[in-house]
């Protein structure tokens, strides 16, 4: 068998200068077709960049009428009328809780302590 292209031999410039060079050529090989993939893909996803933003902008525009909405609503079904009887259920509410939590309060003590709080 021969293997004469396997013995080493002497190791020239111009081997040297001839293999950087093919590195040289074979990075720019890889840097030109990454460089097509990455164009072949940015037109591919343009069109979505772009209905992204639209949806973006219509999300935007929803925000904008339901804020406006709210203020209309506000300003004429929300009167100060309203906002008092809301206050005062609010008010009755509170006292109500409060009287259920003091009887409650007294039973327990009583049912611990036998007597009558006082």
């Known amino acids: 068998m ?6 080493p031999g002497p190791i020239t410039w111009a081997h040297v200068v001839a293999f950087a060079l093919f590195l040289v050529g074979l990075g720019k090989l890889v ?8 164009a072949g ?29 709210k203020v209309e609503v506000a300003r ?11 206050e005062h259920r609010i008010d009755d509410m509170v006292t109500s809780v409060r009287q259920e939590m003091k009887e409650t ?12 709080p006082g």
Do not use: C
């Open 2 to 7: 021969d293997t004469s292209f396997l013995s």
């Open 31 to 38: 840097d030109w077709i990454t460089g097509k993939l990455r």
């Open 41 to 69: 893909t940015k037109d591919a996803v343009s069109p979505l960049t772009i209905d992204m933003a639209a949806v973006k902008i219509q999300i935007a525009a929803q925000t904008e009428a339901l804020h406006n909405f």
């Open 76 to 86: 004429t079904y929300v009167t100060g009328d309203v906002i008092s009887r809301l």
């Open 105 to 116: 309060r007294d039973m327990m003590l009583k049912a611990i302590t036998g007597r009558p």
